[in-house]
């Protein structure tokens, strides 16, 4: 066995340069023309594998008893070279396997193939189950195959992959070097599940609705831009499938769900990204206190499910899940963490003194909802570090939601927050189509006036609630935020693929 075979183990740079790579990428190929030289395929087809490495673990007693031979197939890790013997660590979706592979088992021509291979390949394996003098189980390799040939190096084996702007632009090294970031993806897949088998369970339809929209609405957003050539007009992304699934309730599908992305032309940071994923659910003959009491259930079951517990940990903080949550009216918070007490202000001047008094920055064209916002923005929000709903938003910000018979100026919505960071939004639906006229045409005064986050005029959905909307309670939740919070991932970018980025520079 060479020392290069030998040596394979050690710790590569944690940054090679380019040229070093294009070095080593050179030396990888030579080896892909020798195997070709020697009749073999650098790039295999279909491999018949019958276990993979847990299963191993888990079924080691029948395996070694009957001396069953096991195929498995993964990407090598590590190779360990003894002269005529050698071990090499195999990596699947399960975990890691150590094989021993011996000259003699494999024959002399076979055995060459491990000389010209490198860490990162893909091989076949076939062999029987047994444990090494220290305890390692391990396959002792009867046949050997290799079915791709890894012409790029892997980063620094045992650390993993640091550099967290080549995670995200190359997540699929980031996976194959990073097992906690596999575990991620796998309960992000977890989590999606609970959700819809809760929603499922309880009698809602799951739907799908139009990503491209002529008129972009449903939630106070900037949208993406698209054109439609044969039908020569432009198109939305949507921000929000929300004016569509109220249809669908119109039409008396009683309770609908969707389950999909969304695209927001938005900034990027840690708790945003231009495409994202939620789920809106309508309920009818329900209001807002039934769709928080589904939050509720929604997120701490799938914590439950998933974790098996309703307490996680999120960056080192303590969360309790477990219903019910705290709930504040927005006015009440604000007066809490403030001292300003907004309660029965009709004044705007008076609001604005009352936010000047606390540094509150806001437009000239904002009324005293919007102030008593701002307020809640600059002053609560970062507070709320255990699960809370925010009830009682201003009529001003909540164009879609349905006023509080107490105070028409006021909405009967509520906002969840974990963490000082917003998971979900809901409220009792507006169903009057001559007040939701009224709410669309002033967001199109304020879009005139320059807000351009602020709803336009959507006659087809007035249209519809003219047939008549039941009494209705509507729900969006954020699932790249509860995937962050169940997995105790600090970035969206961390449970989301493929995450947006800038170009990079050359």
């Given amino acids: 066995m060479s020392e290069e075979i030998k040596n394979q183990q050690a710790a590569e740079p944690e940054a090679l340069t380019e040229t070093e790579i294009n070095e080593q990428m050179q030396v990888r190929i030579n080896k892909m023309h020798q195997i070709e030289e020697k009749g073999w395929k650098p790039f295999g087809h279909k491999f018949e594998w019958t276990h993979h490495a847990q299963d191993i673990a888990d079924q080691f007693e029948e395996l070694t008893a009957n001396e069953t031979v096991v195929r498995l197939s993964g990407r090598v890790m590590a190779i360990r070279g003894h002269g005529k013997t050698c071990f090499i660590d195999l990596m ?10 011996r000259k003699d088992a494999l024959g002399e021509e076979n055995y060459t193939l491990i ?37 790029r190096p892997l980063p620094e084996k045992w650390h993993g992959l640091k550099d967290v702007e080549m995670r995200y632009r190359q997540r699929y090294v980031d996976l194959i070097v990073n097992p906690e970031v596999r575990r991620t993806f796998v309960l992000r897949s977890q989590i999606i599940k609970s959700v819809r088998e809760i929603l499922d369970g309880r009698d809602f339809l799951e739907v799908e609705t139009p990503i491209m929209h002529s008129i972009a609405g449903g939630a106070a957003a900037r949208p993406f831009i698209t054109y439609h050539n044969a039908l020569d007009m432009q198109l939305y992304m949507r921000i929000a499938p929300e004016l569509y699934l109220k249809r669908l309730i119109v039409g008396g599908m009683e309770r609908v769900y969707e389950l999909g992305r969304v695209f927001r032309n938005e900034g990027i940071d840690i708790k945003h990204n231009p495409e994202f994923t939620m789920v809106e659910i309508y309920q009818a003959y329900a209001d807002y206190n039934d769709l928080m009491h589904l939050t509720e259930t929604i997120v701490s079951q799938t914590a439950q499910k998933v974790l098996g517990t309703m307490k996680i940990s999120y960056e080192g903080q303590e969360i309790d899940l477990t219903p019910p949550w705290n709930r504040m009216t927005m006015i009440e918070a604000v007066a809490k963490y403030t001292g300003q007490d907004f309660s029965g202000i009709k004044d705007l001047d008076e609001a604005r003194k009352m936010a000047d008094a606390i540094n509150v920055p806001y437009e000239k064209t904002f009324g005293i909802g919007k102030i008593i916002n701002a307020c809640f923005e600059e002053h609560v929000e970062e507070k709320l570090i255990q699960p809370t709903f925010i009830t009682g938003h201003p009529k001003e910000i909540s164009p879609l939601a349905k006023s509080s018979e107490a105070d028409p100026e006021i909405t009967d919505r509520f906002e969840g927050f974990i963490y000082a960071r917003e998971i979900c939004n809901g409220f009792s639906e507006l169903n009057d189509p001559i007040d939701q006229r009224e709410r669309f045409q002033k967001q199109v005064e304020d879009r005139a006036a320059g807000d351009d986050e602020a709803h336009m005029m959507d006659d087809d959905f007035v249209t519809a609630l003219e047939y008549g909307l039941p009494p209705t309670g509507g729900l969006g939740i954020g699932i790249d935020r509860l995937v962050m919070f169940l997995t105790d991932s600090s970035s969206i970018r961390d449970v989301i693929f493929f995450p947006h980025m800038r170009h990079k520079v050359q």
């Fill in 115 to 151: 000389k010209l291979m490198d860490i990162g390949d893909i091989i076949g394996v076939a062999g029987t189950v047994f444990r090494t003098h220290m305890g390692e189980l391990s396959v002792k390799a009867v046949a050997l195959e290799l079915l791709s040939k890894s012409l």
């Fill in 92 to 101: 699947d979706k399960t975990g890691r396997i150590q094989l021993y592979v």
